[in-house]
């Protein structure tokens, strides 16, 4: 769409002044839209998932046409099952947004001591992710790798109603799959690091298990926090700069445990509708830049002017967070938003995102 | 220059900056917003929306339009089906209101004010005023609204065997439309409309262009001259689908000063412009090329497009050649208008 103002930053300088602190022309407008870029350039949606080549350009064109910052991202929530030896599905029918799954890697006890680490030349879709990440290289994107939050694979090798039993009755059986999951993800990220330079890498950490929909706060302090702040500094360890958070769904309460939370300097925590930016700036605002936080489900059913309100009081709110904001959606772009909301959010950030 | 400077300018045959971008979008601007493709139908308030958004969504030229879908079917007494199903567009015949040859006798012109889609469409022409937007009612085509009214195969048979009732038909058709633009006129004023004669039926697919010269073209005609005497000065004509054979009979039709003239892709832009140099042409990037191809593709017929139309004297929209199909990418529409940024700006 065309600006209402001159641009003063490309998109790629936009992100890059964004990260390292420096001062920028408007809010960048971050693509949280996987499944609705297929739609937007018709495609099968299972695409985005199965074909980084066809990923890769739905995402482009679609970015080019709402006017989207940062660059096309490769990943989804149920990651960690296939990686361990389960099964997902593309997604297929009309109701399906992303990769779901079929078997879990455990359904024991015993299954729990037997699962081993995976290759993360091989394992899953880490190929896909990896041919992935060379197109984001080549055009000069940021090379941002997506997982699921350490309890999320955890919940994606075995069934999450187990998991949350064992949390109680058999924690130990837990702290084994977390730290299998820990440890996973600091082998694909120095694969990454290893192959891009840690410098240029983005890890991007998706915790939607962790939610107090699912765990209690004193839960999230046992099973997540250790295990993410293990990740974290060893992520940073390798030179990488920034780590993404998505903190999705109602985490309200596991905020002061997220303030400790390695992600570099600058982090970026992007929040889930249920908090408010006020609250994530109070917590968070200090060492990260805030995204957030549209409310999928109106993004999807509402009318263009709830959406179009519903940005200006978040660009409006986000735009006092001291170290930067995003606008973006609270979670996933639903693949069947009709086009003129999303639409509504760029122009939301046209008529009130500029910084003077 | 905004869109809407950019619409008056061409009207007022004066230079502009860039070609504009005209919609042609029922269904695909309900699936742009969200709505059903029926409510953009039966809904002139979603009609309006829908299209308008679309329009904004897309940058295209500040008008929008509402046909009512078979136009000419209900205001009659045919039964309609509703795009209910995956695979529907628009609204489409069921039962034609004319079965037999005593019914055209009987057929009279229904009252404008109350028949069939009429007053959702005099709803939408409220709106369209209370934006300030040009005001749009159906001034043809004769023969698609006779289709609608007899079913076309019936005419088409009658217009070989008995071509007195096809003449009927024509002659109800013709002081319909008349009545209709007097309806508006009296309510609007002549100033803003841009009236819409949309002629798919009268295609070289289902009529010669003899059969055009004899049921088509005198009505037709009478139809724009009578609008130009209330005082309207542009007619909106959608020349649909292969019509090459008819273009000296459609020249022969006033158009307006400028009329805008739209063509379906079967009809080379230039061979337009010859036969209408006075008009604004429009057109015209094959619909199914928008739904089903790549978007190179689609940039690549809005190139050719653009080239053929900025040459034209009159001025020139680039749009699709018919209605965009309502399960076409968003991301192809959007590409149009990126052709127009690459390559229709006037030095």
Same mark, same amino acid.
């Given at each position: 769409m065309p600006a209402s103002r001159q641009e003063k930053m490309t998109k790629k300088e936009r992100i890059d002044a964004l990260l390292k602190g420096q001062p920028i022309d408007h809010v960048p407008f971050y693509p949280f839209v996987l499944g609705f870029c297929a739609r937007n350039v018709g495609y099968p949606l299972s695409v985005i998932y199965s074909d980084p080549a066809r990923s890769w350009e739905a995402q482009l064109w679609t970015h080019e046409e709402y006017g989207f910052d940062w660059g096309p991202i490769y990943g989804y929530a149920s990651y960690g099952t296939w990686e361990f030896g389960g099964e997902v599905k593309m997604p297929q029918s009309a109701y399906e947004q992303a990769p779901t799954h079929i *078997?879990?890697?455990?359904?024991t006890e015993e299954g729990v001591y037997r699962l081993e680490l995976p290759d993360v030349k091989k394992a899953g879709c880490l190929p896909l992710a990896m041919e992935f990440s060379r197109l984001q290289e080549k055009q000069g994107t940021p090379i941002t790798l997506i997982f699921g939050g350490n309890f999320t694979i955890a919940g994606n090798i075995c069934p999450v109603e187990k998991l949350c039993r064992w949390m109680i009755r058999k924690p130990e059986l837990a702290h084994h799959i977390l730290q299998l999951a820990t440890d996973h993800i600091v082998d694909a990220v120095k694969y990454w690091a290893d192959t891009y330079g840690g410098e240029q890498v983005i890890a991007q950490i998706w915790e939607p298990l962790a939610s107090n929909d699912i765990i209690s706060p004193k839960q999230f302090e046992t099973f997540v926090l250790p295990y993410m702040q293990e990740s974290g500094n060893k992520i940073l360890g390798m030179g990488v700069k920034h780590i993404f958070y998505?903190?999705? +769904? =109602?985490q309200n309460l596991n905020l002061p445990y997220w303030t400790?939370?390695?992600? +570099?300097?600058?982090g970026i925590c992007s929040i889930g509708s249920q908090i408010e930016i006020a609250t994530a700036i109070k917590h968070l605002g200090t060492k990260a830049i805030i995204a957030g936080n549209i409310e999928p489900n109106i993004l999807q059913t509402g009318p263009p002017q709830q959406v179009y309100r519903l940005c200006k009081e978040i660009i409006e709110a986000g735009k006092k967070a001291p170290r930067g904001f995003m606008l973006m959606s609270g979670c996933e772009t639903p693949p =069947? *938003?009709?086009?003129y909301n999303v639409y509504m959010m760029r122009k939301a950030i046209e008529d009130f995102g500029w910084y003077d | 220059m905004t869109e809407r400077e950019r619409l008056e300018a061409l009207l007022n045959r004066q230079q502009v900056d860039r070609v504009a971008f005209f919609p042609i979008h029922g269904s695909f601007a309900a699936a742009m917003v969200g709505y059903s493709k029926v409510d953009v139908y039966e809904n002139p308030e979603m009609a309006f929306w829908a299209r308008l958004r679309t329009q904004e969504m897309f940058g295209q030229v500040e008008r929008v339009s509402y046909?009512?879908?078979?136009?000419g079917a209900r205001e009659f007494g045919s039964e309609v089906k509703m795009p #209910?199903?995956?695979?529907?567009m628009t609204i489409s015949l069921l039962? @034609? @209101?004319?079965?037999s040859e005593e019914d055209v006798w009987k057929l009279k012109v229904p009252d404008v004010k109350t028949a069939g889609v009429l007053p959702m469409m005099m709803r939408f022409s409220k709106l369209q005023a209370e934006y300030g937007l040009p005001i749009s009612f159906n001034s043809g085509g004769i023969l698609t609204i006779a289709g609608y009214i007899a079913g076309v195969e019936r005419m088409c048979r009658w217009m070989i065997r008995r071509p007195e009732l096809v003449h009927k038909l024509c002659r109800i058709v013709t002081d319909f439309l008349v009545a209709i633009a007097e309806y508006w006129v009296e309510t609007?004023?002549?100033?803003?409309m841009i009236p819409g004669t949309l002629a798919? #039926?009268? @295609?070289n697919q289902i009529i010669s262009p003899k059969q055009f010269e004899e049921f088509c073209l005198p009505y037709q005609k009478e139809v724009h001259e009578k609008l130009f005497g209330l005082g309207v000065k542009h007619i909106f004509t959608h020349v649909c689908g292969e019509q090459n054979l008819n273009l000296p009979l459609w020249a022969q039709i006033p158009m307006g000063d400028p009329g805008i003239v739209s063509f379906g892709n079967e009809v080379d832009l230039e061979t337009a412009s010859k036969y209408f140099p006075n008009d604004i042409i429009m057109g015209n990037v094959e619909p199914a090329v928008i739904q089903t191809g790549t978007p190179e593709q689609v940039y690549e017929l809005s190139r050719i497009c653009l080239q053929k139309g900025k040459k034209h004297p009159s001025g020139f929209f680039l749009g699709p050649g018919c209605d965009i199909p309502p399960?076409?990418?968003?991301y192809n529409v959007w590409t149009m208008r990126k052709a127009i940024n690459d390559f229709g700006w006037y030095n």
């Open positions: *078997t879990f890697p455990v359904q998505h903190i999705c +769904g =109602e400790q939370m390695p992600m +570099g300097d600058l =069947e *938003t009709p086009p | 046909s009512g879908g078979a136009f #209910t199903s995956e695979y529907s039962k @034609a @209101a004319v079965q609007f004023g002549p100033e803003r798919p #039926t009268e @295609a399960k076409s990418p968003p």
